[in-house]
């Protein structure tokens, strides 16, 4: 599982996309784009990004609209958007906020500025795409350096056990599928049966009940797994 974050660029403006695509892979993230509203949801159901940034003016779909979409779905209404636009007027703003768009930068826009409220989204949606640590009762992952404790015991897991207590860690109470679960750590080009998930799901319960003493993996059946 990757810890670089992956950022949807939708901006129609070749010049605009170019400059975004520079600064964001530069930063350290993983940049995808789209020039049009069509091309952008196809690309969100091929590769989900871990934050837009969307442009309001598109070919075809409006960025609201695609706003307004991506809003209503389970599967996307958690992505952040910032919204990019070159409309100053405050209602314009209101609309956007009020459409779902989780912040409003308006053009021209300073790429320092844009960059400090990627980092501010993805801290809140993505944690640990930042670095930072995650903590779940006594249980603490520290990120950066990829190491799980739970009070003053390392608990030492191995790669894949790792990355599912981390993406149940970064939504504890959420319900991950096990083919979520096997897009988010084994990426969605593999060919690995659902079945693989319960494997290492049982590895990893293991793992944290000899220091916890308790199973804070819920199985919910006929759906998956979560944290509780």
Known sequence: MSLKARI?????EASQLAVLEYNLTSAGY????????????????????DLILL????????????CRQLKVRKDTQ???IIMLSARSEEVDKVRGLE???????????GIKELLARVRLQLKRARPATTGAELWHGDLRMDTAGQRVW????????????????????ERPGKVFGRGALLDQVWGR?????????????????????????ENIIRTIR?????LF
């Open 99 to 109: 459409t779902g768009a989780d912040d409003y930068l308006q053009k021209p826009y």
């Open 150 to 169: 739970c009070a003053d015991h390392e608990i030492v897991l191995g790669p894949r056990e790792y990355a599912l207590l981390l993406a149940l860690m």
């Open 8 to 12: 949807l660029i939708v901006e129609d």
């Open 78 to 80: 958690a992505v952040p």
């Open 189 to 213: 080009e593999c060919d690995v049966e659902t079945r693989t998930v319960d494997v290492h799901i049982a590895r990893l319960r293991k793992a944290l009940i000899k220091y916890k003493g």
């Open 55 to 66: 442009d309001w003016m598109l070919p075809g779909i409006s960025g609201i609209e695609i």
């Open 30 to 49: 993983e940049a995808v784009k789209a020039t049009d509203g069509q091309e952008a949801l196809q690309l969100i159901d091929e590769q989900m990004p």
């Open 222 to 226: 006929g759906s998956g797994y979560s």
